[in-house]
């Protein structure tokens, strides 16, 4: 799939679940970066969705790191623009919508699994962060769909077992998964009656007219998914560029919490933005 527009158009979306540090702004600079060589603008999403997590406090302390280290948008909460309203939570109609539309071409199922019975039901132990693989348990037809009919469901996203993903990552280079071995069935609508991130970002990427998406590796696998989702709401998809995440010393990800990394303590002791640069890898 092509970049749709000539016009660059790329996007900072952070969430407003704690205050952002070196890592976020490694990967926001070089989304800014990018916007400036293609002669092209930046928009601010405000990603806060998840309503036990996301604070109005850390929305107003984001948009204040962002500044201080040098961040400039162009369209965003603050400064309005063709697509408001730019947070996530002021979107959720617009996204029922996109919901609506997969549910009624039959795209997704309703699972009633708690977080435990994925868990339980899963052969092997999965590693890391990332989402353990759904074993299928709701899929229309199967036997124990709907146990749970007094829970309210979430919504998953029927995902072709065997399709092979591929797409060009203009950061990482090619890129291969197979859907249904390196990532299952997806939640698309929670059970709290909200999108998920998935289906969140690409109705908005869409909306919003972003032509390339600037974020960081760990969300490789995310963008096979989205891939999904692009192709099964008839939407263009944008190119993609993934940033190495920032380590700590110990060589562990960088995790949103109040310590010496956030941009907030950098600040406080007096560090310009420019040192905090120069200490990023090559
Ligand atoms: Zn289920």
Redesign the pocket.
Request: aromatic share 10%; with cysteine.
């Given at each position: 799939m092509r970049v749709k527009d000539c016009v660059y158009r790329g996007r900072l979306a952070p969430s407003p679940t704690g205050f952002l540090h070196a890592g976020h702004a490694r990967t926001f600079w070089t989304a800014q970066q990018r916007a400036e060589e293609a002669g092209g603008i930046l928009v601010l999403r405000n990603e806060d969705l998840d309503p036990r997590r996301s604070r109005p406090e850390f929305v107003e302390a984001m948009m204040e790191d962002l500044r201080w280290f040098g961040l400039r948008w162009q369209e965003g909460p603050d400064c309005g623009g063709p697509h408001a309203p730019y947070s996530q939570s002021e979107r959720v109609d617009f996204y029922r919508a996109g919901f609506e539309k997969l549910r009624s071409a039959g795209r997704v199922y309703p699972?009633?699994?708690s977080r435990q019975?994925v868990l339980r039901a899963l052969q092997a132990p999965h590693a890391g962060d990332e989402e353990p693989i759904y074993p299928g348990?709701?899929r229309p037809g199967k036997p124990g769909a709907a146990q749970h009919a007094d829970r309210t469901p979430s919504w998953r996203f029927l995902v072709p077992d065997g399709e092979v993903i591929e797409f060009q990552d203009r950061g990482r280079g090619p890129q291969r998964f197979v859907a249904g071995r390196d990532f299952g069935d997806f939640v698309v609508w929670r059970h709290d009656d909200l999108p998920s991130y998935q289906l969140a970002v690409v109705l908005d990427d869409a909306a919003m007219r972003i032509s390339e998406v600037v974020r960081g590796e760990d969300l490789l696998l995310s963008t096979a998914r989205q891939w999904l989702l692009y192709r099964a709401l008839g939407l263009e998809m944008p190119a993609f560029y993934h940033c190495p995440l920032l380590t700590d010393s110990a060589g562990k990800r960088l995790a949103k919490r109040e310590d010496a990394l956030s941009l907030r303590a950098l600040r406080r002791q007096g560090i310009a933005p420019e040192c905090v640069r120069r200490q990023w890898p090559a």
């Amino acid at each position: 799939m092509r970049v749709k527009d000539c016009v660059y158009r790329g996007r900072l979306a952070p969430s407003p679940t704690g205050f952002l540090h070196a890592g976020h702004a490694r990967t926001f600079w070089t989304a800014q970066q990018r916007a400036e060589e293609a002669g092209g603008i930046l928009v601010l999403r405000n990603e806060d969705l998840d309503p036990r997590r996301s604070r109005p406090e850390f929305v107003e302390a984001m948009m204040e790191d962002l500044r201080w280290f040098g961040l400039r948008w162009q369209e965003g909460p603050d400064c309005g623009g063709p697509h408001a309203p730019y947070s996530q939570s002021e979107r959720v109609d617009f996204y029922r919508a996109g919901f609506e539309k997969l549910r009624s071409a039959g795209r997704v199922y309703p699972c009633y699994c708690s977080r435990q019975d994925v868990l339980r039901a899963l052969q092997a132990p999965h590693a890391g962060d990332e989402e353990p693989i759904y074993p299928g348990t709701c899929r229309p037809g199967k036997p124990g769909a709907a146990q749970h009919a007094d829970r309210t469901p979430s919504w998953r996203f029927l995902v072709p077992d065997g399709e092979v993903i591929e797409f060009q990552d203009r950061g990482r280079g090619p890129q291969r998964f197979v859907a249904g071995r390196d990532f299952g069935d997806f939640v698309v609508w929670r059970h709290d009656d909200l999108p998920s991130y998935q289906l969140a970002v690409v109705l908005d990427d869409a909306a919003m007219r972003i032509s390339e998406v600037v974020r960081g590796e760990d969300l490789l696998l995310s963008t096979a998914r989205q891939w999904l989702l692009y192709r099964a709401l008839g939407l263009e998809m944008p190119a993609f560029y993934h940033c190495p995440l920032l380590t700590d010393s110990a060589g562990k990800r960088l995790a949103k919490r109040e310590d010496a990394l956030s941009l907030r303590a950098l600040r406080r002791q007096g560090i310009a933005p420019e040192c905090v640069r120069r200490q990023w890898p090559a």
